[in-house]
């Protein structure tokens, strides 16, 4: 079965530039998250989707950061304009659904100059 | 916003020992818990879910959880250098039907020869 995929794996920007990152789920997972991971701290929850629809995103910067997920498979999480303190990886995760474990692809590294 | 706390150590044990990682956690009606591992540069993997009160094991890894005290625990025996990893404790929440992970900081794991 393959796993999370995401891309791109790295990407540097400068400061204001916009961004937009990529998540392939585990196949037939219902329930993707997009978590953002700072150096030295833990993953810290963006938005959850369940299917195509929004089910948390309370702690999602919504005055830059976006995200969809339209036909409730792919998704993407898009930051315009960026700052110096998004630098992080961005982790998507997938589940079958909202009670089981989260399987998490490889990431994305953002470094905002 | 709940709370999961880890020490961010490094924890160093010699090849061979136990290795024990403790998380602590606020909320009293939290009933289940994650361990991640996360080797430096890769996204987190899971290694271990406990539910109930006491301990879980599976192979060299044994979770502890003391939902009086509010803490779970993590133990690694017979500890290899192929250990050494950030060990994630996770909290699903809301309880019980979770739909998010809330994330500690992480303790960094350094077996050494």
């Known amino acids: 079965e393959a796993g999370v995929a995401q891309s791109p794996r790295y990407k540097i920007i400068e400061k204001r530039q916009s961004v937009a990152f990529w998540c392939n789920p585990i196949?037939?997972?219902?329930?993707l998250y997009w978590y953002q991971q700072i150096l030295g701290q833990g993953p810290k929850l963006l938005i959850q989707?369940?299917?195509?629809?929004?089910?948390?995103d309370s702690q999602l910067p919504k005055d830059r950061f976006s995200a969809e997920r339209l036909k409730g498979v792919d998704s993407t999480l898009k930051i315009q304009p960026a700052k110096l303190e998004d630098s992080a990886v961005y982790l998507c995760?997938?589940?079958?659904?909202?009670?089981?474990?989260?399987?998490f692809g490889p990431g994305t590294r953002l470094l905002v100059l | 916003q709940k709370e999961v706390e880890q020490n961010s150590g490094p924890l160093s044990v010699p090849e061979g020992a136990i290795a024990s990682l403790n998380c602590t956690y606020s909320?009293?009606?939290?009933?289940?818990f994650f361990w991640y591992r996360q080797y430096s540069g890769k996204s987190p993997e899971l290694i271990m879910f406990?539910?109930?009160?006491g301990d879980k094991e599976d192979g060299r890894f044994t979770a502890q959880l003391n939902k009086a005290s509010q803490y779970v625990s993590l133990l690694i025996r017979d500890s290899q250098p192929s250990d050494s990893a950030t060990y994630l404790c996770a909290l699903p929440w809301p309880p019980g039907g979770y739909n998010k992970l809330i994330f500690g900081a992480g303790t960094r794991l350094a077996v050494h020869p």
């Open positions: 909320d009293r009606g939290s009933q289940s």
């Open positions: 406990i539910y109930s009160n």
């Open positions: 196949s037939g997972h219902a329930t």
């Open positions: 995760a997938s589940s079958p659904g909202t009670e089981e474990t989260q399987y």
């Open positions: 989707f369940q299917n195509n629809g929004v089910v948390d």
